[in-house]
Structures are given as C-alpha cells and as structure tokens.
C-alpha cells in the first residue's frame, strides 16, 4: 500500500503552476479514538477547478471534506489557503476563510423563504441607528437572492417562496448556490445529488459548472463515476486515509476509477 | 417528481405556489378568528350578561394576562421548544411583586420591575437549562415550573399576599378612556414582539433555529446565546403578566396559574404555531388567547363547572394540533 508515493512527488509535479491552490491538504492525520481516518492524506484544489473526491466507503473522505470545512480539526499535518497555512478550528474559521460546504444532509431551514435562507447567518441590516437594532433590509436580500440565483441560473417560483414548499432539486440547487455566493475561494459539496433525479441532477451540475466558470473552485465528493467523469476537471482518489491517485478526468474511464479506489492496480498517471 | 420544475406552464402553478404560500399563514388565523366570532355571537344570545360593558371590560382584562403570557409561550414554541414552568413562575413573580409592595412599602411600578426581574431570572434558568445543560425544553421547563410552585408555597406559607393598597389594582384594573390599562399593555407587548419577530435578526434566528437547528448553528449563529435570549423574553413577558393578574385580583396568590400553561399553548396553538417549531405569528395567537378567554367567561356565564372548562380546552388542544399536522403534510405533500 506506501508504495504508491504521494506528496513528495506531485509537489514539483506543477512547476508550471505560479499560483499557490486555493485549498490544500498536506499529511493530515485524523484519528476516532483507535481509529485512523486519515494517515497522511494530501489534497489539492487548484483556482477555477472542479476537483471530485472519491474513494471507497470507509476511505476517508467525509473526515477529509470535515477537516477541509473546520468541523474536526486535523490531529496532524496542516491546511493551507493560497499556499498559507491555516488554523480552522470551527466551521466558521472555513468560512471566514472562503471555504464553504454543502453537507449530505442540507443545512436549510424548511420554514424561512428562499431568501432568508441564503442570507441566513449573514442578514443585511438597514442602515443607521435602525439598523443597529438589528431591523432587517428585507427588500435587499430579496433582491440580492434574486439577483444571485439568477447568474447562477437557479430557477425557483420565488425567493419569498419558504423552503418546506420546493421540490428536493430545487432545495438543492438552493443550498449549493448559498454556498457559491459566499464562498470567495471553494466550495465543497458532499454528495449533491445522491438523491435526486436525473433531470434534478442535471440542474445541480449546472450551477456547479457556471459557478466553476466564473472562477470558483469546486470540491465533488461523489459516488457516481459517470457523473466525475462528466463534471470533473481532477480527480483525487482516497484510499486508506490517504491519497491514493490524482488523475486528470479527461484521461481516465470508470474502470480506472474503480481500480484505483479499490487498489487493484495503481492509476497514476500524474505519476509519469 | 420533477412536474412541479416543468418549464412550460408555470403561470398557474406560480399563482398557486402564491396562494399557499400566503394562505398557509393565514388558513389558522382565519379559522380561529371565525370561531372567535361564532362565539362571540353564540354567547350574545346564548347570556344577556355577555354583551354588557362590565363583562366585556372583564373579558379584555381576562385576555390581556393570557394573551401576554401566550405571546412568551409562542416565541419559546418557534424555537421548537415549550415551556411549562410559565404559570407558577407568573405565580411568584405576582406574590413577589406583591410582597415588596406591603412590607417593603414599593411603589407598583417597582413592584413590576421586581415581577419582571423574576420573570426574567426564571428564563434564564430555563435558557441555561436547555442550552447549557441540554435538558429537553419540556423537562427542563417541568422541572422549573415544579421549583417555582414550591417556591411560591415556602414564601409565602401557602397563604395569600392580603392588606394591599388600592394603587396596587391600577394595572389590571385601571383603565385609560374606558379601555382596560392592562389591555393596552396587551397591545403594546403583542406589537413589539410582532414587530420582532418578523423584521429584526432576533425574529429571524428564533424561527431559523426552530426550523432547523442544525442549519442555524452552521450558519454561524450563536444559537446557545439566542436561545437562552428566547427564554429570557419569554420570562420577562410571562412576570409583566403575572403581576397584571395579582393586580387584578389586588393580592399575591400562591395558587394563581395552575394549568395556565394549558390556556396559553392552546391559545399559540390555536393561532398557528406549530409545536414542531418555526412557524408561528403573534397574530394568531392573540386571536387564540381571545378564544380561550372566551371560552372561559362564556363558560362561567353559563354556569358551566369549572371542570368542563378544563375538558373543553383539552379538547381545544387536540384539534388545533391536529390542525397544524394536517396543514404541514399538505404543504409537504406538494412536488
């Protein structure tokens, strides 16, 4: 298993690459009790990029995306932003650092608007001393809701329209633009469309896409390999708690996929 | 099932998405405030002593102590939470602030203060109690309305706060050009905490958290601190109304508000807020209050015994909570 070689060598992989990635995961180690999650793993997210996370279950890859996101801090190893080091040690030093996340069991609240929701911890006051009462703009997050699922082409009856009465897509395609607006250097999103349907799906990625195209970095963490393969820019491969592969996702088919999940043979190709 | 995203004929469904979106509010609210009126109308005719200026002045002043302890009541049900403890705790804040009055020799008004300061010192035990302990909201408050009936009986020996001024009765007596004072009290409390709940943060993150608690604390809200805040105003509200009901009756009584809670949750329920948290509007709730007032001075008027009363608003109980499921499953059930 540590023959495949990790780090060390795809750091000078890019020498081409000026730019330090936007998020970056170096020999994190996590461990439950007895339990290693995570051995040393590597990640990297490069600007403007969809990077799809996979591996099999028990890989590692919720504790990575929770480390990533500030909900367990890495016992070892460290976390950088643009190349610097960081400390998160709760969800909100991630996304105070522009990191957001889009977890499996989407944090909305059924009863507030579409609007509430997506300024929701983060509300627009009106100004002056009312404002200072903690007296809401209303019209302003309407309108900045609007406006922002509009580019992200996230269609929705209405932004008053409270969460309970949309379809599961649509609360979906909510929570994943919520995380794209606020987000200022990556999203991550765990598992997005594991339960929707093809045609809710499809709209999913698309925000997914148009939020890459406007120089957002991308996080998929995802069990469908036809669907990396479609979406992703990279991929990195956990195995084991740590990293297992990086590949390129125009160079690879499913079957690659698989085998480097499961470890039966040893897909590299960045290795060459 | 994706029909509810089909591109082509969204027209009628935006109108009716419109229609519950708005309707879903209002459906409880309107319910309720016609079987206010049925009542109201049934009574008239059913007692002639109803429809008289005494008995209406008693019934505003009747509602006024319920509807502001109800308007507590159904901040602390947002947040998908109950609290039971509010009718001992209104018993010790009204004999407390009694007690100061005659051996102290307080004004009422500092009278009040002291009301309000226990009131709010009970909800922040109860705040703590669940967001620092992380006792479910139901026992903690239980536990709490238990201790402050206790409380109530060891001070004041289980007898009555008796030989109290006549300016003692001025809150829950008095009046301004005929209408009740503490009936605009009522309305002032049940303005601003309308007015807070639908326009500022703290409206906003009390229904988020009963929405979804999880998705609050994600956000970054300090749900702790708000929740323990929820509680505080629920409390200061629930000592204002016990001090306007000691007032009312010019004496601090140990026995005052036992099952109130029941009144008062049924008036929330009543009202549209849901006891599954995150819905919930003070408008109702008023209307609810007025119901339960109703049902009660009807009831006396009638001479219906005291323990129909009791059966009658569990009764009540049953069939707004049913209400409120029925209404949640319809407008989940869309898509």
Known sequence: MGAIPTATADSDQQPTDAEPPVLEARGVVKRFGHVEALRGADFTVRRGEVVALIGDNGAGKSTLIKTLSGVHPPDEGEIRVGGRPVQFSTPVDARRAGVETVYQDLAVADDLSVAANLYLGREILRSGPLGRLGLLDKRAMRQGAAAALDELGVRIPRVTTPIAMLSGGQRQCVAVARAIIWATNVVILDEPTAALGVVQTGRVLDVVRRARDAGMSVVLVSHNMPQVLEIADRVEVLRLGRRAAQLRADEVTTDDLVAAMTGSTNVDRDER | ?335
């Open chain 2, 1 to 335: 099932m994706s029909s509810a995203e089909a591109t082509a004929g969204t027209q009628r469904g935006e109108l009716s998405d419109w229609f519950r979106e708005r309707i879903s509010h209002a459906v409880s609210e309107f319910t309720a405030a016609t079987a206010l009126v049925v009542l109201f109308i049934a009574l008239t005719f059913a007692s002639p002593y109803f429809l008289t200026a005494d008995n209406l002045f008693n019934i505003g002043a009747q509602t006024a102590v319920i509807a502001i302890i109800a308007t507590a009541q159904t901040m602390v049900i947002i947040t998908k939470g109950i609290d039971l403890s509010v009718g001992s705790v209104a018993a010790l804040a009204g004999v407390l602030g009694a007690m100061v009055v005659r051996d102290l020799g307080f004004s009422l008004w500092a009278a009040t203060a002291v009301a309000i300061g226990v009131g709010a010192l009970a909800g922040l035990l109860n705040g703590l109690l669940v967001t620092v302990a992380r006792i479910p909201p139901f026992i903690a408050t239980l536990g709490t309305m238990s201790v402050g009936r206790g409380l109530v009986f060891i001070i004041t020996g289980a007898v009555g706060v008796y030989g109290l001024p006549r300016s003692f009765q001025l809150l829950g007596n008095g009046q301004i050009l005929g209408i009740p004072f503490a009936v605009v009290i009522t309305v002032l409390v049940a303005v601003g905490v309308a007015f807070l709940l639908s326009q500022t943060r703290f409206g906003q993150y009390t229904y988020a958290m009963g929405s979804n608690l999880e998705a609050a604390r994600r956000s970054g809200i300090r749900v702790g601190r708000h929740l323990t805040g929820v509680y505080v105003l629920a409390g200061v509200l629930v000592g204002l109304g016990g001090m306007i009901a000691a007032s009312r009756v010019n004496s601090g009584q140990p026995n005052y508000g036992i099952s109130l809670e029941l009144d008062v949750i049924a008036a929330a329920v009543i009202g549209g807020a849901s006891l599954f948290g995150g819905q919930g509007r003070i408008v109702g709730t008023i209307i609810g209050a007025f119901l339960i007032a109703l049902v009660r001075n009807g009831a006396v008027l009638l001479d219906i015994s005291i323990h129909y009363q009791q059966v009658i608003v569990g009764v009540i109980i049953w069939a707004a909570v049913y209400f409120d499921q029925y209404r949640r499953r319809r407008l989940e059930s869309r898509g």
